[in-house]
């Protein structure tokens, strides 16, 4: 559906009703209604019939930095997953059974209408837009839309979403948090139980090697992680969940609270050795929010302490089997995969996990969209020292629970 143009004369601002524009420049919503309504201002600037809003960030996360809290900062309800969605008229908030008391009580009092997904006689997302908006469009930021989500969209039978550019609940939250970009540790190998060349030898054999088969059919390929991008008759990989970066560089973050990862993104290419039986070429490029500071003294000891730990784990040489760069977050784009594989070379993209905008900046014909990473399959098969790993943390949650328990029967013995 084509955008219609909205006459300027038209809009106006829901705080001081200043006409000509669907904010004013001291638009700072102090309460919900105005969150709402200063929405629905930019909806009819953008000629939208509603506005989606999900909890996820722009890897696709449950868990969320306090910058990325769209959906709760909208609607008050603090809960992981929930998806909000803004009408002209209608403020919807769906989430799952482990939320319905908390969002209830959380929503009580607004405009904010409770949609209990799953529960008999409740619609889903979709099922409710077919039938109260059959022929409007409906926008969404395509940083936060996955390539799965807009399939399952277009399947259901739902005009295609209108991809914003810009967060519309970015230009109404006027006070939003500054993103994260906390330091990165160093995941110890006695922990890991692998290097990272040997992880990027393994993804990257499963991109490339079916290709590589079919070219130099002599060559034995280990199963490395190259190995898994070659499988596929791919030349490069992108990574955007930030749980598979993690595993795969050996590195640890805090850019979100409560949860040891880092915001980043990874492109990885896999070509077979130049000579007979050489082993397979592996390079990536790391992108780090830490690497966004203004401040270079400490972009500076970010790179030296990622580097140090790099080449301690096999990815040093820019002429050995496997190598690591290293660049700012705010640099990455997905176009670049493209064209480090050369000209007819496919990316693999991760269903669930790769956005609309990464996909938009590839060509159709150079995707090549999996399930599954093959990062997080690999990932999913621990070694001793990750096994160990599980295994102690495990002991110190039940301990932790242990206490819990024992001090909660103390304070009911005692009628507190």
Not at 99 to 117: D, I, N
Not at 137 to 151: E, K, W
Not at 391 to 413: H, I, N, P, T
């Amino acid at each position: 559906m084509a955008q219609t143009a909205v006459p300027l004369g038209s809009l106006s601002c829901p705080c001081c009703f200043r006409p000509g524009a669907p904010l004013c420049e001291d638009f700072t919503p102090f309460d919900m209604a105005l969150k709402v309504a200063g929405m629905r201002s930019l909806l009819k600037a953008h000629s939208l019939a509603a506005y989606l809003v999900p909890s996820g960030d722009a890897h696709s996360s449950e868990y969320v930095s306090e910058a990325d809290k769209r959906r709760e900062w909208l609607t008050g309800f603090t809960g992981s997953a929930g998806t909000a969605l803004v009408t002209a008229d209608k403020a919807l908030v769906w989430t799952d059974g482990r939320y319905f008391v908390q969002a209830a009580k959380q929503l009580s009092g607004t405009e904010w209408l409770l949609m209990r997904s799953h529960e008999p006689g409740v619609p889903t997302l979709e099922e409710w837009v077919r039938t109260h908006l059959p022929e409007g469009a409906v926008g969404a930021d395509p940083r936060l839309i996955s390539i799965d989500f807009a399939d399952g969209w277009a399947a259901s039978g739902c005009l295609p979403l209108r991809l914003v550019p810009g967060n519309l609940v970015d230009a109404v939250w006027k006070k939003r948090p500054p993103v994260s970009s906390n330091g990165v540790l160093p995941h110890p190998l006695a922990l890991s139980g692998e290097r990272v060349a040997d992880k990027l030898a393994r993804v990257g054999a499963k991109v490339c090697e079916a290709d590589a088969q079919s070219r130099v059919s002599s060559r034995v390929i280990s199963g490395h992680l190259g190995t898994k991008v070659c499988e596929a008759g791919c030349s490069a990989l992108i990574l955007n969940a930030l749980d598979q970066l993690c595993w795969l560089f050996n590195l640890r973050g805090s850019d979100i609270e409560c949860n040891p990862v880092f915001l980043g993104y990874a492109v990885l290419t896999a070509s077979p050795g130049e000579e007979e039986g050489a082993p397979l070429v592996t390079r990536a490029r790391l992108f780090l929010r830490a690497l966004d500071e203004e401040d270079e003294a400490s972009n500076a000891a970010t790179v030296r302490t990622v580097r140090r730990h790099l080449d301690s784990e096999g990815c040093g040489s820019e002429g050995g089997a496997a190598f690591v760069e290293l660049a700012a977050y705010s640099s990455f784009g997905a176009d670049e995969a493209a064209l480090r594989c050369g000209a007819d070379g496919l990316v693999m993209l991760e269903r669930g996990t790769t956005t609309m905008a990464m996909a938009a900046a590839l060509p159709d014909a150079r995707r090549r969209l999996v399930d599954t990473s093959p990062v997080e399959a690999l990932k999913a098969r621990k070694n001793e020292a990750e096994v160990a790993g599980l295994v102690s943390a495990g002991r110190k949650d039940a301990a932790a629970l242990c206490s819990y328990f024992a001090w909660l029967e103390a304070q009911m013995v005692a009628g507190e």
